[in-house]
């Protein structure tokens, strides 16, 4: 079985700080891939990163940078010089085997002037 | 490239009444995937499609929840008859899953069941 688990329900951070949403996984799947995804307001999903589990490097992408960690099941989202556009849910989520792509239960970034 | 299409946007029924929700994925998208996201929560996996085989039902409540793809293309997800707590945000999505693959949503269908 696969799962995600968001421990962050709410995070706050100053305009231009750094911020780190956590995010761990359960899979028993060789082969998996790690995406993060941005839900403003207006109910949307925006896709942000992906990080393929045969991947040496932590992917990148602008602003957003992904820390794997795959000993410990762990792929934090970290965004730097964090805007008040940023203000959003941040879901990571789980593709394995037969391409099944489940979610955790998301965090809300909260980006004060 | 046109992007995933859901119809209605926004759905309002009565408890006990049918609704259907309408899926146009992005051409060529093998997968098709049908969410139900409730207020606060993460999106919640109802169905899965490969082509017009389906995947993954397993949290799907069959009792009142039914979905198909027509020829591997299209699909609709029906509820019959809608409860209070079915109300929600659908969404559908597909991906090509080809080599390094995101899943792409559509706007989603709000439904609010009195």
């Known amino acids: 079985a696969q799962k995600i688990t968001q421990t962050q329900p709410g995070m706050f951070v100053q305009e231009k700080e750094a911020v780190t949403l956590d995010c761990t996984y359960d899979?028993?799947?060789?082969?998996?891939?790690l995406f993060w995804y941005k839900q403003p307001s207006s109910g949307e999903m925006i896709f942000l990163i992906y990080?393929?589990?045969?991947?040496?490097q932590n992917a990148t992408e602008g602003r957003y940078s992904l820390n794997f960690q795959k000993a410990r099941k762990s792929a934090n989202l970290v965004i730097s010089a964090s805007q008040l556009g940023d203000s959003a849910m941040y879901f990571c989520?789980?593709?394995?085997?037969?391409?099944?792509?489940?979610f955790g239960t998301g965090t809300r970034l909260l980006v004060s002037p | 490239e046109a992007g995933v299409a859901q119809s209605p946007r926004y759905k309002i029924i009565e408890k006990r009444q049918s609704v259907a929700f309408w899926c146009n994925p992005i051409?060529?998208?093998?997968?098709l995937y049908w969410y139900q996201q409730i207020l606060g929560q993460g999106p919640k996996l109802l169905i899965q499609?490969?082509?017009?085989?389906?995947?993954?039902d397993s949290q799907l409540p069959k009792d009142r929840f039914s979905a198909e793809r027509l020829k591997g293309v299209d699909s609709t997800l029906k509820i019959q008859p809608a409860k209070l707590e079915d109300s929600a945000v659908y969404l559908c999505?597909?991906?090509?899953?080809?080599?390094?693959?995101?899943?792409?949503f559509g706007q989603g269908t709000r439904l609010t069941v009195v």
């Open positions: 051409s060529g998208h093998a997968t």
């Open positions: 989520a789980l593709v394995g085997g037969f391409q099944k792509l489940v």
């Open positions: 499609f490969q082509n017009n085989g389906v995947v993954d």
């Open positions: 999505a597909s991906s090509p899953w080809t080599v390094v693959g995101e899943a792409f």
């Open positions: 899979t028993s799947d060789q082969s998996y891939g």
């Open positions: 990080q393929g589990s045969y991947d040496e």
